[in-house]
């Protein structure tokens, strides 16, 4: 009697074996990341166990590719890598992942599908991505030698980016890749030792302190307007106006050793549909 894949089933990605009824012969097959199968008929147990013990050793390694490696294109994957995002923030997992934040992913990654959306993920190297970098910096893809289309604008306003939100990007392709080689869709992570660029001095921000007597008039003219504290507590402590608008009374401790001072616990947020909602800080 051929036993059910449900009983015959071994841990997480190390494979099970099944037996034919009729011509005898064993199936011994491996479950990839993606839930796609790797499998090979073999004659006796021992040949099937060392095949299916060998492939697991490849599988932990990431040495087995995905069926998916050779179809999946930038633009495919950047779409499951969103659904992904949009999951985890769904269930709460991350206190990173915000819907406001989700669409700022969505809106960089669209530089990215502009320029090689049609490429095979596996087919993206580092030089790619510095490629990109230079870029975004013009807004619009040269001629070039990654099959790219030239004259493609890459910004939704078509202007050249600033290495700020380049470097956002930057950091958002670090996980989306890590998951490509978690599934076997590629065979090196492109952006491992792929440093960031750097930001020229004429873009970094200098910061200037005003004098006391600035701030005696800032506080003088916040007690005249209705949004005046919010203003004067997002110019002191450089809050997020979600983080000023979220505070209550709660978080402002007036009593105490180390009185006074307040805490960023939450944040307001405009939610489409469901208008104004509390929620927990990003930091």
């Known amino acids: 009697m051929v036993r059910s894949r449900s009983k015959a089933r071994r841990p997480y990605r190390s494979g099970g074996i099944w037996r034919d009824p ?18 090979k008929w073999f004659a006796t147990a ?9 492939e697991w050793r490849a599988a932990q390694s990431g ?4 069926p998916r490696a050779a179809k999946v294109t930038v633009e495919e994957w950047v779409a499951d890598w969103v659904v992904e995002l949009r999951k985890c923030a769904a269930r709460g997992k991350s206190a990173q992942r915000k819907w406001g934040t989700l669409a700022g992913y969505e809106d960089k990654f669209q530089w990215m599908t502009r320029a090689y959306g049609r490429h095979r993920v596996e087919e993206i190297t580092p030089k790619h991505i ?13 001629p070039n030698q990654f099959g790219a289309v030239p004259g493609t604008q890459l910004s939704a306003k078509g202007g050249p980016l600033k290495v700020q939100g380049i470097i956002h990007l930057h950091h958002y392709m670090k996980p989306m ?72 009374w709660e978080d402002v401790v007036l009593e105490g050793r180390l009185a006074p001072y307040l805490t960023i616990t939450q944040t307001l947020q405009r939610q489409t549909r469901e208008g104004l909602v509390r929620e927990t800080a990003k930091t």
């Open 46 to 54: 021992p040949e099937a166990n060392i095949w299916l013990e060998e």
């Open 177 to 248: 890749f890590r998951r490509a080689y978690r599934d076997h869709l590629i065979r090196d992570d492109p952006t491992y030792e792929l440093a960031a660029p750097g930001i020229p001095a004429e873009e970094k921000f200098v910061g200037e302190a005003l004098d006391i007597a600035i701030w005696r008039k800032a506080i003088e003219l916040a007690q005249a307007v209705p949004n005046g504290l919010a203003v004067l507590i997002a110019a002191m402590f450089g809050t997020r106006r979600g983080e000023h608008l979220g505070l209550t």
């Open 63 to 66: 040495q087995i590719r995905s």
């Open 130 to 142: 510095e490629a990109l970098h230079d870029w975004l910096r013009r807004g619009v893809v040269p």
């Open 22 to 39: 009729k011509s005898g012969r064993l199936l011994a097959g491996i479950s990839l990341p993606d839930g796609t199968r790797h499998s």
